[in-house]
């Protein structure tokens, strides 16, 4: 059967995540169903990565195995017709090695966090960010944010039900971008890693926001950090924020395919 890898963009706000779930809205349901107007007996389809409830994506990556060869520009034009109107699109298609696997070939996945500080209410972005009211100190927060680079026991910042088998991760980027704009200021966190645990973004933005509403010092993050308490996290940021916005493999699956 030919295997094909589906790069997916997503708004979060609808869904209960990205997993199939009993009796709610899901992006992977909204895809299968989708494939299945294509193709009765479409599998499973395998992701990336399982975003929570809210949180969106524009680079989420998905290999599904099809009966028909189909040309990948067909296929991609044919799944958002079929996702209308649900807030999902495919905007990149590729032919695939048949073991080429969504998750497991995945060497790295990154993450944006998008928090905005303003007094006024959001209106256009009302649902896709945290809107604070009071601003941050973006120095304080790039500063505690130094102390999670690297391979470390995030147990502080892994959710309690979390399923990974290890708390130990490697942390290969984490960086703090200021973006003026026209009323008020918005700041995005930048994480890359080959995995993460459950809530680890979440719960790392939720700590450096206190760094920089100066509740903790930058030094704190280290503290937190050593403690492998989750009581020593700060509070979890709010899903609306967060994207998965890229997932690389050895070989660019959507190098030579069809892109948006």
């Known amino acids: ?46 992701a990336a990565g399982r975003t929570d409830a809210g949180v969106h994506a524009l680079g989420q990556v998905a290999s599904v195995d099809l009966a028909r060869d189909w040309d990948a520009f067909r296929l ?5 017709w079929h996702l209308k109107p649900a807030p999902v699109a495919i905007t ?26 303003r007094r006024a209410p959001m209106v256009h972005e009302d649902g896709t ?16 944010a130094q102390h999670l680079i690297g391979k470390h026991d995030f147990t502080t910042f892994r959710a309690t039900h979390c399923q990974a088998q290890s708390p130990i991760k490697t942390l290969d980027e984490i ?22 645990l459950h809530n680890q973004v979440r719960s790392i933005v939720g700590t ?16 937190a950090l050593e403690a492998r308490d989750r009581a020593a996290c700060g509070p979890v940021a709010p899903p609306q924020g967060l994207y998965l916005t890229r997932v690389g493999y050895a070989d660019d699956p959507f190098a030579e395919g069809w892109r948006d």
């Open 1 to 46: 059967m030919p295997r094909y890898a589906l790069r997916i963009e997503y708004h979060g706000a609808p869904f209960a995540g990205w997993q199939r779930q009993a009796n709610v809205p899901s992006v992977q349901g909204a895809v299968e169903a989708a494939l299945r107007r294509l193709e009765a007996d479409v599998p499973t389809i395998a």
């Open 76 to 80: 991609a034009e044919a799944l958002n």
């Open 92 to 117: 990149a298609c590729a032919r695939v090695a048949d073991d080429f696997h969504a998750r497991f070939s995945a060497l790295s996945r990154s993450y944006t966090y998008r928090l905005i500080c």
């Open 129 to 144: 960010v945290w809107a604070l009211r009071a601003d941050l100190d973006a120095d304080a927060m790039r500063a505690g």
């Open 175 to 196: 960086g703090v971008e200021e973006v003026a704009l026209p009323a008020g200021r918005e700041i995005r966190f930048h994480l890359s890693a080959r995995s993460f």
């Open 208 to 223: 450096l926001e206190r760094v920089g509403a100066g509740s903790l010092a930058p030094g704190d993050v280290r503290i």
